[in-house]
């Protein structure tokens, strides 16, 4: 099926770096959703963009919506210990089924070292 | 508090017998939706259900059953079918599941290992 060619597959970092990771499709999506997961729980979502060009903060953590639709990224600033985990990119594809179909990314995996 | 359950956390089985995954939502969304993770890869979907007495394969159905009886509920059946069943299954539900605005929300999930 259609996927999501996220990057990079794994980050370590020093505590107080920032990051900053992407997704990119040859497919057009009409919305990018970011998920972070933590060992052994469900991913939990961070940000949901829902527009092209739209650029969305968390606290430390920015997401854009690329202006060509095929492409998302996520920036965490001056990162901490607790941010270890998986992030995950997923999006509706556009034309796509008509239920809400999510396409995720294979996933980064974070770590910082204190 | 408004959430999804998935029970239990950890689940045994031996090889060829039938398991059920529980999943249960008090948000009142409308869609639900059943993930297979395994190590290093996204997630992949097995089933989802638009709404009560209607669901609908995934990519991955193959060995797997399910049942929307209760819009709460969309409990999970791993088959004796299913070739290596051993995996983190995530249950997941959306207000409507009707297009791109519909952002899925997850439950903790459940590790299923078969001996």
């Known amino acids: 099926g259609q996927q999501l060619n996220q990057s990079p597959q794994s980050m370590f970092i020093q505590e107080g770096e920032d990051v900053s990771m992407n997704c990119t499709s040859s497919?057009?999506?009409?919305?990018w959703l970011w998920y972070k997961q933590e060992p052994g729980e469900g991913p939990v979502l961070l940000i949901a963009?829902?527009?092209?060009?739209e650029l969305t903060s968390n606290g430390r953590l920015t997401a854009q919506f690329g202006i060509t639709r095929k492409d998302s990224f996520l920036n965490i600033s001056a990162s901490i210990p607790s941010d270890v985990g998986i992030y995950f990119c997923?999006?509706?594809?556009?034309?796509?089924?008509?239920?809400?179909?999510?396409?995720f990314g294979q996933g980064t995996i974070l770590t910082v070292h204190p | 508090d408004g959430g999804i359950t998935q029970s239990p956390k950890y689940l045994f089985r031996k090889e060829g017998q039938n398991v059920t995954l529980s999943c249960e939502q008090n948000?009142?969304?409308?869609?639900m939706y059943w993930y297979r993770q395994d190590p290093g890869q996204g997630l992949r979907l097995i089933y989802y259900?638009?709404?009560?007495?209607?669901?609908q394969k995934g990519d991955i159905a193959e060995g797997y059953s399910v049942s929307r009886e209760k819009k709460e509920s969309f409990p999970l059946t791993v088959t004796s079918a299913q070739k290596n069943p051993t995996a983190f299954y995530l249950c997941?539900?959306?207000?409507?599941?009707?297009?791109?605005?519909?952002?899925?929300?997850f439950g903790p999930g459940t590790r299923l290992t078969v001996l």
């Open positions: 259900s638009q709404i009560v007495n209607d669901f």
């Open positions: 997941a539900s959306s207000i409507t599941g009707t297009g791109g605005l519909d952002t899925q929300y």
């Open positions: 963009l829902y527009k092209a060009g």
């Open positions: 997923a999006g509706h594809l556009a034309g796509g089924t008509s239920y809400g179909k999510l396409t």
């Open positions: 497919s057009i999506f009409n919305t």
């Open positions: 948000l009142n969304h409308d869609a």
